[in-house]
């Protein structure tokens, strides 16, 4: 499985950007795979962003992107997508799409228990 995650870039404070990943691969199947954003500054632990479940009936977020912050996905597409509006120079990080067939519930959050992963884009917010 491939993910290939775009959309990153410089923005000011207050600005909006949408990041999107596209899954590639014969064994990817939508209906099986939790999607996730995660993202990364030098020096810190991959922090959880935003999940959404397989079927796109629920949605979690880091606490301090809510409401501002929303994640999509379109099974027909193969793709997740990451609305990010308000956004604040704390946001700045690489970000990283990321999949998870077999991951359950409790795990959401974890970056160890997803098994695919895109490259990451990079979200510079200016203040």
């Known amino acids: 499985v491939q993910l290939q995650a775009c959309g990153g870039g410089l923005v000011q404070a207050g600005g909006s950007l949408r990041l999107s990943c596209v899954a590639s691969?014969?064994?990817?199947?939508?209906?099986?795979?939790?999607m996730a954003w995660f993202r990364q500054v030098p020096g810190k632990e991959r922090e959880f962003v935003a999940s959404?479940?397989?079927?796109?009936?629920?949605?979690y977020y880091l606490d301090s992107v809510k409401g501002r912050f929303t994640i999509s996905r379109d099974n027909v597409k193969n793709t997740v997508l990451l609305q990010m509006n308000s956004l604040k120079s704390e946001d700045t990080a690489v970000y990283y799409c990321?999949?998870?067939?077999?991951?359950?519930?409790?795990?959401?959050?974890?970056?160890?228990?997803?098994?695919?992963w895109g490259q990451g884009t990079q979200v510079t917010v200016s203040s």
């Open positions: 691969g014969g064994t990817f199947s939508p209906s099986r795979y939790v």
């Open positions: 990321a999949g998870g067939p077999r991951l359950i519930l409790s795990a959401i959050r974890n970056p160890h228990a997803y098994d695919d």
């Open positions: 959404i479940t397989r079927s796109g009936s629920w949605e």
